[in-house]
């Protein structure tokens, strides 16, 4: 015999059936945010590994620069500091040969490169090289390397007066280190590398 009290409890009600889509909703947030977390995190690594890996990579051009400057060469490596709108804009000169030093191999003769940092239109600051060709004494070309810079300075030290100079202006003779930093991140601290500069000097070339 059909028993309705009995088949009242065979089914879910309707109380029972919105606690299940609440508990449902609720774990299907958490983990929507546990894996959005997890996707952000994985791509702020490889962002700061990026960041990372290029900046080793301009560090150790510039430490090959500084050892590939022309030996019988006055004034293979000048300097001046700089500053727009409060941010450091310092300009490092020296003189390139054809190749890694101008970032290419369709070059000849010698270049008057300068590492500086540059506003662009939309207000940021690129960090980028000017390249003139010191033979032909073509318009310089802008080559970009960084965008969004908050910040690039350059320091020399003089072994003679043994400490750091800002600026960098006797074409006889080199500094013994130049520092660069370079800022990225208004929040985070500069990337700071050291350069020995090679010593070999010698007249006008």
């Known amino acids: 015999m059909y028993n309705r009290r009995n088949a009242r409890h065979t089914g879910f009600t309707l109380l029972e059936v919105m606690l299940a889509v609440c508990v449902l909703a609720v774990v ?8 959005e977390t997890a996707l952000i995190a994985v791509h702020s690594s490889t962002e700061s590994a990026r960041e990372r890996a290029l900046v080793t990579a301009f560090a150790g051009y510039l430490r090959g620069e500084m050892q590939a400057l022309p030996g019988a060469r006055a ?10 709108d409060a941010i450091s804009s ?3 000169r020296w003189i390139a040969q054809p190749g890694s030093g101008l970032l290419t191999r369709h070059a000849e003769d010698e ?13 940021e600051y690129e960090l980028g090289m000017r390249r003139q060709d010191m033979e032909r004494r073509r ?13 690039f300075e350059v320091r020399y030290f003089d072994r003679g007066r043994a400490q750091w100079l800002e600026k960098w202006t006797d074409p006889q003779t080199r500094p013994a280190l130049v520092r660069v930093k ?8 500069a990337y700071e590398v050291v350069l020995p500069v090679s010593t070999k000097t ?4």
């Open 111 to 123: 270049w008057a490169v300068t590492l500086t940092a540059k506003q662009l239109e939309n207000g």
């Open 28 to 35: 299907s947030v958490s983990v929507y945010r546990f894996v």
């Open 139 to 151: 318009n310089a070309e802008w080559l970009p390397l960084f965008r969004r810079v908050r910040g």
């Open 75 to 84: 004034g293979a490596i000048t300097g001046e500091p700089h500053r727009f």
């Open 182 to 189: 370079l800022w990225r991140d208004p929040a985070a601290d």
């Open 202 to 205: 010698g007249g006008a070339g």
């Open 90 to 92: 310092d300009e490092l």
